[in-house]
Every structure is written in structure tokens, then in C-alpha cells.
């Protein structure tokens, strides 16, 4: 069986495909934006033109637009390759590249800090063994008030900085290190996560008034 792992809700755009358990080929960049035109071409590079029985996909909290994008972009491809798609948190996959690459960080409770939009950093707190905490968009000077010892993520070298204490690994999610997140964290429904309202609404229906009787 093969799967193919999309990740586009942070500035990264990460993408790996297994067989089987085991790596085929990944692709991992810092972009910040363009994620709408570079992840389609990326992903027809892979192997295969990434083709796969099984898509998991980033269902953020993080960049609305590239949560949009990579949902829809697997739901699609689900349509034409006749492949199930499930999501995951992007701090589940922050944590387990944290893990994957630093072996000494297996049984630590961490805080995955992420950058957020806006001034305000995306802030996870993930215990060693339970499922993550509900992400909180704070701002810096709100977010430091977590005393975690290990701090993970795009921001963590600026929080460990600004708090004065503590451990940062400062990373970007990346899809090849998918496997390491429970499976009990992956989940059929594909909506985006977020961590504060969205930056835009849509438009409100139009009242409609009564007109009066013609002349």
C-alpha cells in the first residue's frame, strides 16, 4: 500500500510518499508562500506521479490558505486515484519530526511554537503519551507564559529568547517523518483547524426589503 503525506499548512512545503512503511521518496522546502503553485508539480515529481492508496494531510492550525490548499489538493487527487484521505494536527507532525531528529526528546513533554500570523505565535503544548492540547494563537509576550522545559518549532529559538530560559529546536514540519504520529491521531474528517477566526468572513446574504406597489 502506498501513502502519500501532504504538508502545506506551515511556510514549509513538505511531501513524502511510503510503500509499505517504508520511505520512497520526500520533498522538503521553506517556501512562505506559493504553496497553491508549487504543490501539484512537486507532488507529479514523486514517484510515480506520487500516486497512492492512502493521502494524510495537515489540517493545520496554521496558514489558512495552505490548509485550504492541501485539503483540497488531496481531495482531489482521493477522487481520481480512488485513494481515502485522513488528517492531522500540524503539531503532531512538529513533535514527531522534533522526535525523529533529536532521539533524546522520546518520553519529553514539549511545546511546539509555530508561527502564527498577524504578530502572534501558534502555541501546542504535547505531553509525552496523550493526545496534543488544543493550539492557542497568542501573542509573545501571552505564550511565554508556558514553563515547558523543550521548545519545538519555527519560533522556538524567539520564545526560548524572549522567556530566557529553556531548550529550542527550531524546525519546520516534514512529511517524511509521518509514521512516527499515532495512528489514534489521524481522522476522516476533513475540515481546516484553526486557532482564531479566520481573516475573512463571508459576505452576509443580502436583506431583501419589500417594495411598494408600482406607480
Not at 513524502?16 to 503553485?37: K, T
Not at 489558512?64 to 482521493?78: E, Q
Request: glycine fraction near 10%; charged fraction near 20%.
Amino acid at each position: 500500500m502506498r501513502r502519500l503525506v501532504i504538508e502545506t499548512a506551515t511556510e514549509a512545503l513538505s511531501l513524502a510518499l511510503f510503500e509499505d512503511g517504508v520511505l520512497l521518496d520526500s520533498y522538503d522546502a521553506v517556501i512562505g508562500r506559493g504553496h497553491a503553485e508549487q504543490l501539484v508539480p512537486r507532488i507529479a515529481e514523486l514517484p510515480d506521479g506520487g500516486r497512492a492508496d492512502e493521502i494524510h494531510v495537515d489540517l493545520g492550525p496554521g496558514s489558512f490558505t495552505g490548509v485550504r490548499i492541501g485539503i483540497a489538493a488531496a481531495r482531489a487527487l482521493a477522487i481520481a486515484w480512488g485513494a481515502e484521505v485522513l488528517g492531522f494536527e500540524t503539531s503532531s507532525l512538529v513533535a514527531a519530526t522534533a522526535r525523529a531528529l533529536d532521539r533524546d526528546l522520546a518520553g519529553q513533554a514539549l511545546l511546539v511554537v509555530m508561527e502564527g500570523g498577524h504578530g502572534e505565535w501558534l502555541a501546542t503544548p504535547i505531553a509525552p503519551t496523550a493526545t496534543p492540547a488544543a493550539t492557542r494563537s497568542l501573542l509573545p509576550a501571552e505564550a511565554i507564559a508556558f514553563d515547558h522545559e523543550v521548545v519545538v518549532g519555527s519560533r522556538a529559538t524567539e520564545f526560548v529568547a524572549l522567556r530566557g530560559s529553556g531548550r529550542a529546536c527550531p524546525l519546520h514540519p516534514s512529511a517524511r517523518y509521518a509514521d512516527m504520529i499515532d495512528g489514534m491521531l489521524l481522522g476522516t474528517k476533513l475540515a481546516p483547524l484553526y486557532a482564531r477566526a479566520p481573516d475573512a468572513t463571508p459576505m452576509a446574504k443580502p436583506t431583501l426589503g419589500h417594495e411598494g406597489p408600482s406607480a
